[in-house]
């Protein structure tokens, strides 16, 4: 009820009849973009029902009871979302990289029954009375993911207030100049429009435009509190840490 794959192919291929029935699939070496159709990926945590299509024969549908796990070298190689509860992301220790005879014993452990059994023990006996399988486990790994992976505009909102601790008003031509001008520094090709900047404002962080008398006319601006902009975005990455303490 186990296997271990490195094409995935076999999860989003023409035929998947590889993991059918399996409890807990383990994906080796998976690397940046391995994970071509995150949605799917998605859909394969979470739906009761998986369809198998073996090769040659009628496809059928089966009961979803299948974990997955990731082995990688890179933090990229599945998009952790903002406010994403399905993955956990835990880093391993470097320490032993390169000891060969430290590995030598961990592999003759792990062969060794008695290990198992002690291993299976130790969780039959992990008391779970306050785990609430609602709340998602946040490791330090996953909230620098999940900061990597705000969108341009959360990215130069960001930049913006750590720049700056005082509200300030920027008018929307001023807003977007200093947004495209980030955009520009980092590469970003596919900047948004004025109009989905705005709307992204308005929606992320309730911030719309307001009239304000500005040298004794009339102007509409955005105005900008630094410190309700670090709560959201905060909250958004899922941390308990100020998102400025995180840079």
């Keep these: 009820y186990t296997i271990l794959i490195e094409n995935t192919s076999e999860l989003f291929g023409q035929f998947t009849s590889t993991v059918a029935d399996m409890l807990l699939v383990g994906i080796d070496e998976a690397r940046e973009g391995s994970i071509v159709d995150h ?10 029902k998986t369809v198998i299509n073996e090769k040659y024969k009628k496809q059928y549908v089966s009961n979803n009871f299948t974990k997955y796990m990731m ?29 060969i005879s430290y590995f030598r014993q961990l592999t003759a452990l792990f062969d060794n029954l008695n290990t198992l059994g002690t291993i299976f023990n130790h969780l039959l006996n992990i008391d779970l009375s306050n785990f609430n399988a609602n709340i998602p486990i946040k490791t330090d790994l996953c909230i620098q993911t999940a900061l990597q992976s705000l969108n341009s505009a959360d990215h130069f909102m960001l930049q913006l207030i750590t720049e700056s601790t005082t509200i300030k008003d920027y008018t929307p031509e001023e807003f977007y100049q200093l947004y495209s001008a980030y955009a520009d520094s980092e590469g970003i090709t596919r900047k948004l429009t004025k109009r989905t900047l705005g709307d992204h404002m308005s929606k992320s962080y309730g911030v719309k435009t307001t009239v304000k008398f500005i040298n004794n006319r009339s102007t509409r601006v955005y105005t900008i509190d630094p410190t309700v902009i670090s709560q959201l975005l ?4 899922g941390s308990t840490v100020s998102i400025t303490d995180l840079l």
Excluded: Q, Y
């Excluded at 949605?39 to 009761?48: A, C, P, Q, V």
């Excluded at 399905?86 to 000891?99: D, Q």
């Design 39 to 48: 949605d799917k990926f998605k859909n394969l945590i979470m739906e009761k």
């Design 234 to 237: 905060t909250a958004k990455i």
């Design 71 to 99: 082995f990688s070298n890179n933090h990229n190689c599945i998009k952790i979302e903002p406010g994403c509860r399905r993955f956990v992301m835990i880093e391993c220790s470097s320490i032993n990289v390169g000891n």
